[in-house]
């Protein structure tokens, strides 16, 4: 992959983001703990440069494939592309490391999912819905469907309930990206992982 198209870092409320990273290295301690060794651009006086950060992976980062699926730290290999949320990078260290909330590796064929960044208009407990946008204009809302699948987490990447979620919060919600049916007001999709920023 060119330079410039490595994903570059960027800050979410109290996390960070990263889109379109290679991975490099891929350690495992068991099926689903280790570290994933990552690229990404970093961009210095407007040029692109290639730089290493270590994802730490523990039994609480939600590892997901492109359609949305559960998959275990090894079934990553290299030279696959990552999305990850991570908690604030630990530079003390060589290389860089952080703590990995969600992973999402796909190949360079596979589609990425869809981030959806925006505030709770409203949460529907009793049918399992999760509404965000204009809480004034349903127009401008979509409406995320919380199955027993989807993983929900605190502002400190702790698991929580959806009634522990209220209108005003700020949240990154994962869909698949073919999951979005435009045809109804309001749009509508199945949430894979919501993180509360």
């Known amino acids: 992959m060119h330079i410039c198209n490595l994903g570059t870092i ?3 409320g109290r996390m960070l983001q990263i889109h379109n990273a290679v991975v490099d290295e891929v350690f495992l ?3 689903n703990t280790g570290y994933l060794d990552i690229l990404y651009a970093n961009y210095e006086q407007n040029e692109a440069i290639s730089e290493s950060l270590r ?3 523990t039994i609480s980062t939600v590892i997901l494939n492109s359609y949305g699926y559960h998959i ?3 079934d990553i290999e290299e030279g696959m592309l990552v999305d990850s949320l991570f908690s604030p990078i630990n530079v003390g260290l060589t290389p ?3 703590d990995a909330d969600l992973i999402v590796a796909r190949t360079y064929d596979q589609p990425p999912l869809s981030f959806v960044i925006d505030r709770i208009a409203k949460v529907d407990i009793d049918n399992s819905f999760l509404y965000t946008g204009d809480p004034n204009n349903t127009d401008n809302q979509i409406k995320f469907n919380i199955s027993n699948i989807t993983t929900i987490r605190d502002k400190d990447s702790n698991p929580v309930p959806l ?4 209108p005003g919060l700020l949240v990154d919600v994962i869909v698949a990206h073919t999951n979005f ?3 109804i007001i309001p749009n509508e999709a199945d949430a894979l992982h919501v993180q509360v920023l």
């Not at 009634?163 to 209220?166: A, D, G």
């Open 10 to 12: 960027r800050q979410v």
């Open 29 to 31: 301690i068991n099926n």
């Open 55 to 57: 994802l730490n992976v």
């Open 72 to 74: 275990f730290l090894s």
């Open 96 to 98: 860089p490391q952080v």
């Open 163 to 166: 009634r522990s979620l209220h």
């Open 181 to 183: 049916q435009n045809t």
